[in-house]
């Protein structure tokens, strides 16, 4: 079975606070969650969900200047839940842009998920292609989490993604971005389009990637060979 996006994820939701969480979702049973956060000034969100407690693993991080970015991973069980994401400031930081992304994936490997990630930046490019990884496995997809610090816009991408700008104090941009489909080679490059909504010399993104891996598909067992009956030859007599 294909990974596919399923219909229960949850809209990218954003906040100037300490912690930010999305609608109520119902995950099916055997699916992988996918979180993508985007913060200020604190790299170490810390991820909780409503319902039966899930384990997210942190699997990749891209920080510039203030501006961070994160991917997790969790299996999830058919439960009505949300997620929160809780910065964890030094006493004195007080509240910042946080923003996060859930994707409900059926169809993912749920033993050994993700394969391909990277982190990079980019400074001062208005539009900019950010070549994420070479893919390791066949039917896999690709997701971004891209935080631009202090741009004061709101970015957009030709690939499928969710975007927020945050002001207060200190302003954030980003988006949360998916391929439009499953990669289907091994050995194929996998970028993500990030433009922004400023002139180039203000961005300063910080951006990470993660290919999370297709189900193996089921080896069928062989079933037997039918050899047809081979006519002997009998001599009638000797």
């Known amino acids: 079975m294909p990974i596919q996006v399923h219909g229960s994820s949850p809209s990218l939701v954003s906040a100037y606070a300490t912690s930010v969480a999305t609608s109520s979702f119902t995950p099916p049973s055997g699916s992988l969650l996918v979180a ?3 913060s200020k000034n604190d790299g ?8 039966s407690a899930l384990s997210w693993t942190l699997r990749i991080q891209g920080i510039h200047t203030n501006g961070c970015s994160a991917i997790y991973t969790s299996s999830a069980i058919a439960q009505s839940m949300s997620v929160t994401g ?13 923003a996060i992304k859930i994707y409900v994936l059926t169809g993912a490997d749920l033993s050994d998920p ?14 900019w292609t950010f070549p994420a990884y070479t893919s390791t496995s066949p039917d896999s997809w690709g997701f971004c989490a891209a935080a631009d610090d202090f741009q004061t816009a709101t970015p957009s991408s030709s690939d499928v993604a969710e975007t927020f700008n945050q002001g207060g104090a200190s302003y954030l941009s980003g988006m949360a971005i998916r391929k ?23 961005t300063r993104w910080g951006v990470c990637a993660v290919e999370i891996k297709a189900a193996p598909v089921a080896v ?11 006519a002997v030859h009998r001599a009638s007599s000797w």
Do not use: K, W, Y
């Open 36 to 38: 993508c956060v985007m």
């Open 44 to 51: 170490s969100v810390a991820l909780t969900n409503t319902g």
């Open 86 to 98: 809780t910065m964890d400031f030094f006493p004195s930081e007080g509240t910042q842009p946080i």
């Open 114 to 127: 993700v394969g391909a990630t990277n982190s990079s930046q980019s400074t001062g490019v208005e539009n």
């Open 180 to 202: 439009a489909a499953a990669t289907p080679a091994v050995g194929t490059p996998v970028s993500f389009d990030i433009r922004s909504g400023e002139p180039s010399p203000s």
């Open 220 to 230: 069928r067992g062989l079933r037997g060979i039918h050899r047809p009956p081979i």
